[in-house]
């Protein structure tokens, strides 16, 4: 199975700050990487998919990129609603596996 | 737009069993690859099954591998997932999930499955 770690596990931040951050794989994935969003008590949101394209409607403050198994989310700007736990996950084999998750609060 | 809706969580006992199903609309169902992803109370994502947009190809984690059954019906344009032989440490938010090109683009709101005696 692919291991997915991320780092941190948790970060604070504020308003206007960049932030970034990353996830590895414990072997190439080549670039089927995708970044989730998650509110408490919602549902995940779908981010980025294919390490660096954004789903529709996705604001062009985050972007991803990295290749094989280094991988990077960075939001440009914080905004207030951009606080949330992120979470990687590498759809290039079975079983589909998730990192740990980041959560990101406010400084 | 896309809608999944889940239905069928509930309260269970240990070694009882339970089915969800998922509800889509917005999309053409059989020409969409499906998940499950389930996530314990305060814990992160992990991700359950998938079954092919035929429903021919299926897949599972070691941890429900031989007591989960995903499936799904495109004439209702909806997706299931039969649990059996519970255990508390199933105890989580089960989320259906639609995939396109292999990565996941949309979520239902989850349904809560709690196994205790």
């Known amino acids: 199975d692919i291991q997915m770690t991320q780092s941190p596990s948790s970060l604070s931040a504020s308003v206007g700050d960049r932030v970034t951050i990353t996830c590895r794989a414990s072997?190439?994935?080549?670039?089927?990487l995708a970044w989730f969003q998650q509110k408490p008590g919602k549902a995940p949101k779908s981010l980025i998919y294919a390490t660096s394209s954004l789903q529709s409607g996705v604001p062009s403050r985050f972007s991803g990129s990295g290749s094989g198994t280094d991988f990077t989310l960075t939001i440009s700007s914080l905004q207030p609603e951009d606080f949330a736990t992120y979470y990687c996950?590498?759809?290039?084999?079975?079983?589909?596996?998730f990192g740990q998750g980041t959560k990101v609060e406010i400084k | 737009e896309v809608q999944l809706l889940e239905s069928g969580g509930g309260l269970v006992q240990p070694g009882g069993s339970l089915r969800f199903s998922c509800a889509a609309s917005?999309?053409?169902?059989?020409?969409?690859?499906m998940s499950w992803v389930r996530q314990a109370p305060g814990k992160g994502l992990e991700w359950v099954s998938d079954i092919s947009g035929s429903g021919g190809s299926t897949y599972y984690a070691d941890s429900v591998k031989g007591r989960f059954t995903i499936s799904r019906d495109n004439s209702k344009n909806t997706l299931y997932l039969q649990l059996n032989s519970l255990r508390v440490e199933d105890t989580a938010v089960y989320f259906c999930?639609?995939?396109?090109?292999?990565?996941?683009?949309?979520w239902g709101q989850g349904t809560l499955v709690t196994v205790s005696s």
């Open positions: 996950q590498q759809y290039n084999s079975f079983p589909r596996t």
């Open positions: 072997q190439g994935i080549s670039n089927y």
């Open positions: 999930a639609k995939r396109r090109d292999g990565c996941i683009d949309s």
């Open positions: 917005g999309f053409t169902f059989s020409s969409y690859a």
